[in-house]
């Protein structure tokens, strides 16, 4: 896990840097840097507004005294997506809205519900209950 980590962190910004630099030269450095910019002001915002109807919902779930489980994965990815959009480049604002939107977030989810419980089965987590 820490190998594959690590070459993200090396391979991701590298990637981004050629794809800026080659977008940069074919429609030039001021649209470049506009789509940059863009990117990032839509993503706070979507990041906002799905964070706070995400907080809604689950303080409405937790009102009628049910325990918004689902909402804490959606949380999760709206965080993620949100931090990912905050760094420059096209493929982590790719991954970031994917993460955002409602209807691409459902897939993310149940993959990683899935992940996770394969994960619960096999060991690798451990759940202690009281």
């Known amino acids: 896990m820490g190998?594959?980590?690590l070459l993200l962190l090396l391979v991701v910004p590298t990637v981004e840097m050629i794809i800026?630099?080659?977008?940069?030269?074919?429609?030039?450095?001021?649209?470049?840097?506009?789509?940059?910019?863009?990117t990032g002001v839509l993503g706070a915002w979507l990041t906002k507004r799905e964070g706070m109807q995400t907080i809604r919902t689950a303080?409405?779930?937790m009102?009628?005294?049910?325990?918004?489980?689902?909402?804490?994965?959606?949380?999760?990815?709206?965080?993620?997506?949100?931090?990912?959009l905050?760094?420059?480049g096209f493929i982590t604002d790719v991954i970031g809205f994917i993460l955002?939107?409602?209807p691409t977030r459902g897939y993310i989810k149940a993959a990683l519900q899935?992940?996770?419980?394969?994960?619960?089965?096999?060991?690798?987590?451990?759940?202690?209950r009281p």
């Open 86 to 88: 905050l760094t420059p």
């Open 63 to 84: 009102q009628q005294g049910e325990v918004p489980q689902g909402l804490i994965m959606d949380g999760l990815c709206i965080l993620v997506g949100g931090v990912v």
């Open 3 to 5: 190998r594959i980590l």
């Open 59 to 61: 303080q409405l779930q």
């Open 114 to 128: 899935r992940v996770f419980q394969k994960m619960i089965q096999s060991g690798q987590i451990i759940i202690r």
């Open 20 to 38: 800026l630099v080659a977008f940069g030269q074919w429609i030039g450095f001021w649209p470049t840097v506009a789509m940059v910019v863009l």
């Open 100 to 102: 955002l939107l409602p």
